[in-house]
């Protein structure tokens, strides 16, 4: 219908100029086509159909696209980001455009006969498989979990158990566990003692044992977490009652244990005995063995540069920087709720080498500076979760992106090179979302009245292991492993 005479007619939609980028060879515009005029309120899928279309890219079937700003994706329309970034619509933006990658899709689930606590993987692209070097059998991947039921299982990349750990501490449940090579494995739980166990495997690589070749002792108070570095044969150890505990893998450079601490040692006014079991293997003391947090230590981890340095986390709300050369505390970093799990994220590209990634009780993760008189110490925080987050570990191929475990029952992936500005109600700041999410296939599998009203109830994830070839590995309250595919999930730079 025509205008009537006099009355203005409809505004023309506003328009944006943009400039396509790409670092992907066979990607690449036509030259004199990287610059367009687009509608202000284009979000990604339209952008994708622009791209595809036959006037620029003529892509002979559609290619999903993501796009980047600065580094940050583009989860808004053109004209959000603007005005969140008070920039005026007039502005040239540049969009880097990505293909949107394959979702870390499920593989395999392995079953276990309880709850399982830790996880960690051995292959030649774990840290364990590096340190071993030669020694790393190549295609003999690995996994090592810690349970509820008191043991340590091996299994191999087809889901059979190859080795299962005698029963230590009388039983009782095994928090925490770690490759220190491909014939050594660090353990730790609720009889407060830290066990280093030698693995060997027969010649048809179908079986295996593990022994304990050394038994320490030094908490007083039940071992949440353990981080190992295989070239020095060093243990961290992290306990409920706020200790902090470094340890030596050797028996001539360990220091005697403490006499009071051992099998068949009284404790306190009733003269209880210790209910320990008997073992064979050498026993020693820690190398240093300090208190630094006020409350629950629930995580501690080796600086990845620097086995000197380390950090921890705690339910006192603090992360702090620990020199483990003089034991003393260099840097405390206070939030505002307890903390549950700790990871470094190496950043080679960055002022800052390391960042720390720790999973809160307040259903979110802060990425925190750990360098003394940074002007942020919390850079950034990851909202999605809605319970707990007990575990987190850094992607094994980049320095933006790491995956979570939650007692909602599932793991998140999140890009820290996607961000936007925090509202007035979450604190404000910089806030990332989880660009991908992992259900537990267990949930997956209940219907109707099945499934619990409570997020995660029957499937809280208590470990997660990330790694170039196992993939994105965890376990938890379903007493399963799960895997999902880990390769090729994000953008690279």
Not at 239 to 264: E, F, H, M, Q, R
Not at 304 to 320: E, F, G, L, N
Not at 468 to 485: F, L, Y
Request: charged share 20%; net charge neutral; with cysteine.
């Amino acid at each position: 219908m025509d205008t009537p005479m006099g009355q203005p007619g409809a505004p023309e939609p506003q328009q944006i100029r943009v400039n396509f980028t790409t670092t992907s060879p066979d990607l690449q515009l036509p030259e004199g086509r990287t610059q367009l005029l687009v509608p202000a309120d284009i979000k990604r899928y339209g952008l994708s159909r622009v791209l595809n279309s036959e006037s620029m890219l003529a892509t002979p079937s559609p290619i999903p696209f993501d796009f980047l700003i600065d580094g940050s994706f583009l989860r808004t329309s053109i004209e959000d980001y603007l005005k969140t970034n008070g920039l005026s619509s007039e502005t040239t933006l540049t969009l880097q455009y990505v293909r949107s990658l394959i979702p870390p899709v499920y593989q395999a689930s392995f079953q276990h006969d309880d709850w399982v606590s830790d996880i960690d993987v051995l292959s030649a692209t774990s840290r364990a498989g590096v340190w071993s070097g030669d020694r790393f059998v190549t295609g003999q991947d690995r996994l090592v979990t810690a349970s509820y039921d008191g043991l340590l299982r091996v299994w191999n990349n087809a889901g059979s158990v190859i080795a299962t750990s005698p029963a230590a501490g009388s039983g009782h449940s095994i928090k925490a566990a770690r490759f220190l090579s491909a014939s050594q494995i660090a353990s730790a739980g609720l009889d407060r003692v830290v066990r280093v166990w030698k693995y060997n495997e027969a010649d048809d690589f179908l079986s295996g044992t593990l022994k304990p070749s050394l038994e320490l002792y030094g908490h007083t108070a039940a071992v949440e977490a353990l981080d190992v570095h295989g070239p020095t044969g060093r243990i961290l150890s992290a306990a409920s009652d706020g200790s902090i505990a470094l340890w030596s893998t050797s028996k001539s450079s360990a220091p005697p244990a403490p006499a009071n601490l051992l099998p068949g040692a009284t404790t306190g006014a009733s003269n209880k005995k210790r209910k320990i079991a008997a073992s064979s293997a050498p026993q020693r003391g820690p190398l240093s063995l300090t208190q630094p947090q006020q409350s629950a230590a629930s995580a501690v981890v080796f600086d990845p540069s620097d086995a000197t340095v380390a950090y921890s986390a705690s339910q006192d709300h603090t992360i702090r920087t620990l020199d483990l050369t003089t034991g003393r505390v260099e840097n405390v970093i206070t939030t505002s709720h307890p903390l549950l799990s700790l990871c470094t994220i190496q950043r080679s590209s960055s002022s800052s080498s390391v960042l720390l990634a720790a999973g809160t009780s307040a259903r979110h993760i802060t990425i925190a500076d750990p360098r003394a008189g940074a002007a942020t110490t919390s850079v950034m925080t990851l909202r999605g979760h809605r319970n707990m987050v007990g575990c987190v570990a850094a992607a094994p191929d980049n320095e933006y992106s790491l995956v979570s475990g939650s007692h909602d029952g599932t793991c998140r992936i999140w890009d820290l090179r996607s961000v936007r500005a925090a509202t007035r109600a979450e604190g404000g700041g910089s806030v990332s979302e989880s660009v991908y999410v992992i259900e537990r296939e267990s949930l997956k599998k209940k219907k109707g009245a099945d499934r619990s009203d409570v997020p995660g109830r029957g499937a809280k994830v208590f470990g997660v292991a990330w790694d170039r070839t196992w993939g994105i590995v965890s376990a938890g309250e379903d007493k399963q492993v799960q895997i999902n595919r880990g390769r090729d999930l994000l953008a690279a730079e």
